[in-house]
């Protein structure tokens, strides 16, 4: 099941032998945690690197008395602080569950293993991170660029399981209060 998650949300960026995941796979665990789970705190270094196999969850960032969602993560997304991740170093970041949700997980230390010869890691990883660099740019752009009410349709479009995530949190990543996002909402039914 993780070996066929793992090669479900990569495919998109690189294709290989599901033999591939199940080696990566037999690095990880699977743990279940409860809604509101934060599985790293704000100012702490990333230890894990999460791939969500059932539910919802963010990074979030302190601002002005109010958390700003940076990103959201569905089944078959990973769900970390990927810089604090690979640098080891803390950051601002917090990183929590919207929903009761299953994760599978690597530590850091085994994480690296993924490097060693013939694993496919760099490889993997390079192109990972590619496609969440034009993926945070489109970001980015869309934000400057459409209105939220397009936005939202527009990621609605891409996961129509989006609508899971907590009102909050939705509203916060579309750059919007949650009575803005109600509002848009109430628009696009009618």
């Known amino acids: 099941m993780i070996a066929k998650s793992l090669k479900k949300h990569f495919d998109s960026i690189v294709v290989l032998d599901v033999k591939v995941w199940e080696n990566f796979s037999n690095l990880g665990t699977e743990k279940s945690f409860a ?51 690979m640098l080891q ?13 299953k994760i599978f ?12 010869k013939g694993n496919y890691g760099e490889q993997v990883s390079r192109l ?12 980015q752009i869309d934000l400057l660029t459409k209105t939220a009410k397009q936005r939202y349709i527009e990621l609605v479009k891409r996961n129509s399981q989006i609508e899971r995530i907590p009102l909050k949190y939705l509203a916060s990543y579309l750059g919007i209060t949650p009575q803005s996002l109600s509002r848009i909402r109430k628009q696009k039914i009618e």
């Open 89 to 101: 170093k803390p950051s601002p970041i917090e990183v929590r569950l919207f929903e009761d949700s």
């Open 35 to 85: 809604k509101e789970t934060i599985l790293k705190s704000a100012h702490s270094t990333e230890k894990y690197f999460n791939l969500i196999l059932e539910g919802s969850g963010g990074n979030l960032l302190w601002k002005e008395n109010n958390f700003v969602c940076t990103d959201l993560s569905l089944q078959n997304e990973p769900l970390s602080d990927y810089v604090s991740f």
């Open 105 to 116: 997980r690597i530590q850091h230390q085994k994480f690296q293993r993924i490097f060693e």
């Open 128 to 139: 990972a991170l590619e496609s969440a660099y034009m993926e945070k740019e489109q970001q």
